[in-house]
């Protein structure tokens, strides 16, 4: 018994097999069991679902919580209807300009989502909910007021009128196309850039996404699918009314998608599935919906705060380990990738000032690195230098100074656009996104390198294709290059603490930087991981990128470096080459002022 549904378990085609059995169960079903009341309910479901996989992009996996999708719903069910009826248009430009419109306003609702905290933010969707209600009853001219929208006609290909159980299958197939493109576009640099938006900006900066780029994609895209939703809700309803779209109707899909599993795939499936299977209870308790929503919501998160799915991947991976069945995926096989040579980046500082407050964490700084050499950063700590890499990297804002990255002035650049100019870094604390894999995290990394579009990535077009597989070969060439190739696909945050310095030194090389700043990558590491480290970093500098390194350990130093920058108090002590400076005088006491000795391993 145990062994057949071992063998079961490890067949590989299970989940695909599954899923295209329900697909065929559900195109067939209405032949079957197709009732009135039946196809309208399951076609009503099927677009609630689209509406709840477009939040779920936003909210599940951009973290930006809209309480405003509601309203989007309305606006593309408003636009599809007036158009059909006062302006006779067929169905099909109406549905474009529903999702056109939706995704219109989802832009400009979207506008104060960069300088608000999500939660501000989510009161600013809530009041444009409200407006829009509001402007449903009246703007009475536009909107009929009341009364709604009568007769929407059925959509018509070819001279033929969907019937109720066309609209169905074309619901349903709506549904399985968004899904998979879905899937696809999250298997993509864009999901995962969206994922490092929402667990770790500064990791996503790093490695090239703006911010800004990425949450206005993510809620125009969401948008859109909430305008074309709400084209099928006009035409499947055939009569629309502002009480179609009540306040809590927003609440509602957000609630769907906790229940499903925000930030999984199957999360609105499995969510409007449930909400649906009691339909008749939700009816009943019509007054009583917002409690029985609050009290779900409440159970929820104490008994299973991943919703439905992430409760059931739970007992999956509890059901494979009784099995003594592997839970972490097989690594993906790529072909064999080069280590390409990178052209070291000339990097300049030239009088560059901080003051935080009363704290001048740098002064009037000098740094000059030429291409392809390794520079260090050395000083006691507080000494600037963390705040001397942020400069370079765009996270602080110059107070005074210049920056020039191969001549180019970057000092007033954002972070994102400093990453695509080719500046890598890592990270004093590692800024890995831990719910992804390894592989993902250094996958992260390609974000600039790859440059197909993200239609061209929810389609899986050939050239997007060959893109992705392209750096899958890199990514899987700098984890062995970095030694966590056997640790691909486990989680990042499962890693020690070492090994995540590893895999982000890997993520900034995916990248291909001119320039490569490290920030303290010996902290942590064993010792053999330290001779490991110090192996690395010559190879990097024989891959030709230039490699500013912060680092305390002055033995790593001596052996990796050409240069050395000693800062005091965020002045420069000395610059030159590494036995000159340690044997400064003013460097020595520096150090013995912060209790460390020179040439002393651990310091
Ligand atoms: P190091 O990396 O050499 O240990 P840092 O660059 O982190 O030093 O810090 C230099 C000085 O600047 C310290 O006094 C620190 O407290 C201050 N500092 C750094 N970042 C900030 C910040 N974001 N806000 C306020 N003070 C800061
Ligand atoms: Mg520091």
Same mark, same amino acid.
């Given at each position: 018994m145990a062994s057949t549904l071992r063998a079961l378990l490890e067949w590989p085609h299970l989940r695909r097999g599954l899923l295209i059995g329900l697909c065929v169960v559900l195109y067939v079903a209405p032949l079957a069991v197709g009732t009135e009341y039946r196809l309208f309910i399951a076609t009503q479901m099927g677009v609630y679902i689209l509406v709840a996989i477009g939040l779920n992009l936003l $909210?599940?996996?951009?973290g930006q919580v809209s309480l405003g999708h509601g309203a989007l719903v309305a606006i593309g069910a408003y636009a599809a209807a007036l158009t059909m009826v006062? *302006? !006779?248009?067929?169905?099909w430009p109406a549905a474009l300009l529903a999702m056109v419109m939706a995704a219109g306003v989802g832009l400009l609702m979207a506008l104060p989502a960069f300088r608000l905290s999500t939660w501000y933010f989510a009161l600013i969707t809530l009041g444009f909910a409200e407006v829009i209600a509001g402007l449903l009853t009246e703007w009475r001219a536009l909107t !009929?007021?009341?009364a709604g929208v009568v007769g929407i006609p059925a959509p018509k290909a070819f001279g033929y009128a969907f019937t109720a159980r066309d609209l169905y299958w074309f619901v349903l197939t709506l549904v399985v196309l968004t899904l998979v493109g879905m899937a696809n576009l999250l298997n993509s640099r864009f999901g995962r850039a969206l994922v490092a938006v929402r667990d770790n900006p500064v990791a996503a900066t790093a490695s090239g996404v703006s911010l800004v780029r990425i949450k206005i994609f993510a809620f125009v895209l969401s948008a859109a699918v909430a305008g074309l939703a709400g084209a099928l809700f006009a035409v499947q309803k055939t009569v629309i009314t502002?009480?179609?779209? #009540? @306040?809590d109707f927003s609440v509602f899909f957000l609630l769907v998608i906790v229940l499903g599993?925000?930030?999984?795939?199957a999360g609105p499936v499995v969510g409007a599935l449930v909400f649906f299977l009691v339909p008749e209870l939700l009816t009943a308790l019509q007054s009583w919906r917002l409690l029985i929503y609050g009290g779900a919501l409440l159970l929820l998160m104490l008994y299973a705060p991943h919703g439905l799915v992430g409760a059931a991947e739970g007992l999956w991976k509890k059901l494979r380990a009784r099995l003594g069945l592997p839970n972490i995926p097989p690594t993906p096989v790529a072909a064999d990738a080069p280590i390409r040579a990178i052209d070291g980046a000339q990097l300049s500082v030239r009088d560059v000032s901080k003051r935080f407050g009363g704290v001048a @964490? *740098?002064?009037?700084v000098d740094l000059d690195v030429a291409p392809g050499v390794t520079h260090a950063i050395v000083g006691p700590n507080g000494s600037g230098k963390t705040t001397l890499l942020n400069m370079i990297s765009g996270y602080y804002r110059v107070d005074q100074g210049a920056i020039a990255v191969e001549g180019r002035?970057?000092? $007033? &650049?954002a972070p994102h656009a400093i990453a695509r100019a080719g500046v890598g870094r890592t990270f004093q604390t590692p800024r890995l &996104?831990?719910?992804?894999?390894v592989l993902e995290n250094v996958l992260l990394g390609a974000f600039t390198a790859e440059k197909h579009s993200w239609l061209s990535a929810a389609l899986a077009l050939p050239a997007a294709r060959r893109e992705q597989q392209a750096s899958l070969a890199e990514a899987l060439r700098y984890l062995e290059f970095v030694g966590l190739r056997e640790r691909?696909?486990? *989680? @990042?945050?499962? *890693? #020690?603490h070492g090994q995540q310095r590893l895999a982000e030194i890997a993520r900034a090389l995916v990248g291909r930087p001119k320039l490569l700043m490290l920030d303290e990558? @010996?902290?942590? &590491?064993?010792l053999a991981e330290l001779d490991r480290l110090g192996e690395l970093i010559a190879a990097i500098r024989g891959i030709g990128a230039t490699v500013v390194i912060v680092e305390h350990h002055l033995e790593l130093v001596a052996d990796i470096c050409s240069r050395v920058t000693a800062l005091e108090r965020g002045a420069v002590l000395a610059s030159g080459a590494p036995q000159d400076v340690f044997s400064d005088q003013a460097v020595v006491s520096a150090y013995m002022g912060a209790h460390v000795r020179i040439g002393e391993k651990g310091a």
């Open positions: $909210n599940g996996y951009g006062d *302006l !006779h248009w067929s169905f !009929h007021g009341f502002p009480e179609d779209f #009540p @306040a599993g925000s930030g999984r795939l @964490a *740098l002064a009037s002035r970057t000092e $007033n &650049l &996104l831990p719910h992804l894999s691909a696909m486990e *989680l @990042a945050g499962e *890693l #020690p990558p @010996a902290a942590g &590491l064993s």
